[in-house]
């Protein structure tokens, strides 16, 4: 690599899970390492801590459950903390009663009143669906060709108003096909065949990673330009229109907020109640508790989640990608293309809605193929 020298730090902006496993790839590879965070805490939006009045540990940005398809990221997070078994289950609040989520056979029967079997409901939903002219391309058109009317209008719609701010007819498919439709009785929330929750909770998990003699961390220390001078290179993992100065306009992000309350026992039954209607103000209700079913606690600490527009200031959770933002990504990327010394990553590096393992196969990908470029002589 030329330019600053291979004896320089390399700067990486943000202490999640993707900032620290690529410090971890580029610090077992001999580079000193320099991770800047602003929050006090490490983990980003994964970051768990006990409440303090219950002991319960809490996912204190929201629910966060481990699902992969990947066995080396399995056995990466897997290396960093004792993962448990845990099945994810959601169960939904839709026009005053509760539902399994995904919509499975039982959601379909119970719903329509109906001991339809898997063929009968295929073929039933298929007589309700309203298949647009082409491949579907917004969540609407998707969901109304998949499900038709009254199971997007009773599970999707309000639901998808409150969580992103805008109608499903603006978003992309690929929100709504997170989700899957079953047409049996399996409920679990995730396909993937390694799920579980660390033990000790993400931030220790994240802590583990981050344990290395050459990667020092900086808590409570926001990213400056001044920081660039002297760095071989940078990871910027913060919002990609940021690293801009926001300079062509704000890329929308939602943002939550989280109202807590205690309770005797158990409230709700579940860890996750997701709340469809309308005219419901909060998207869902988690109760940490359940995330650890191997740990006994008599109270019980919930967090009804609001989501909003992410303002200045305010801590950015999802990227919305508005069909009619494009032309803005499309901009910022190309500027992040074409800069030289600095690598975007992550899901607010790269404005796109990841999940936990993908961000870290993403991290492991991005390291190593910095690593091959400079031991190649080339300037990554
Ligand atoms: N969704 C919905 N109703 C639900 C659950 C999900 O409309 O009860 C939609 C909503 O638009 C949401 C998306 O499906 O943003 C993806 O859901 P997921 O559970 O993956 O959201 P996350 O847990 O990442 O917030």
């Known amino acids: 690599m030329k330019g600053r020298g291979l004896g320089s730090e390399v700067l990486i902006v943000g202490a999640g899970l993707t900032g620290a496993v690529i410090g971890r790839e580029l610090a077992e590879a001999g580079q000193k390492v320099r991770i800047v965070e602003a929050r006090p805490h490490v983990a980003g939006n994964c970051h768990t801590e006990r409440d303090p009045e219950t002991g319960v540990m809490v996912h204190v940005y929201g629910p966060h459950i481990f699902h992969t398809g990947d066995p080396e990221v399995w056995a990466y997070v897997n290396a960093h903390q004792r993962f448990r078994p845990y099945a994810h289950r959601v169960r939904a609040v839709a026009a005053g009663r509760v539902h399994a989520l995904p919509i499975n056979l039982l959601t379909i029967n119970q719903f329509f009143g109906e001991t339809l079997r898997p063929d009968e409901a295929r073929a039933f939903l298929a007589a309700q669906a309203e298949p647009g002219d082409g491949p579907p391309v917004s969540f609407e058109e998707c969901a109304l060709g998949m499900l038709g009317r009254p199971l997007y209008e009773a599970f999707f ?22 989700l899957p439709v079953r047409f049996d009785y399996n409920d679990a929330y995730f396909s993937h065949p390694f799920q579980g929750l660390p033990e000790g909770g993400y931030t220790a998990m994240v802590a583990s990673i981050l344990d290395h003699p050459g990667i020092r961390v900086e808590l409570n220390t926001p990213y400056d330009p001044s920081m660039r001078a002297g760095a071989a290179h940078v990871f910027w993992s913060g919002p990609l229109d940021a690293w801009f100065g926001h300079d062509r306009g704000r890329l929308a992000y939602r943002t939550l907020d989280f109202e807590r309350f205690t309770h005797r026992g158990d409230w709700q039954g579940c860890a996750v109640m997701n709340y469809c209607d309308a005219g419901v103000p909060w998207t869902r209700i988690t109760e940490h508790k359940h995330f650890a079913p ?14 909003r527009a992410a303002g200045p200031g305010d801590i950015p959770y999802y990227p919305v990608r508005l069909v009619a933002e494009k032309a803005l990504l499309r901009d910022y990327a190309a500027r992040a293309e074409a800069e030289t010394g600095v690598s975007f990553a992550g899901r ?4 796109r809605y990841l999940d936990m393992d993908v961000a870290i196969r993403e991290a492991l990908d991005t390291a190593r193929a910095f690593l091959a470029a400079r031991a190649a002589g080339l300037k990554p």
Do not use: M
């Open 157 to 178: 719609k309000g639901y998808t108003q409150k969580q992103w701010g805008c109608e499903p007819a603006d978003l992309p498919a690929s929100i709504l096909t997170r």
């Open 294 to 307: 191997w740990e006994n606690h008599d109270s019980s600490v919930l967090y009804r989640e609001y989501s």
């Open 348 to 351: 607010l590096g790269s404005y």
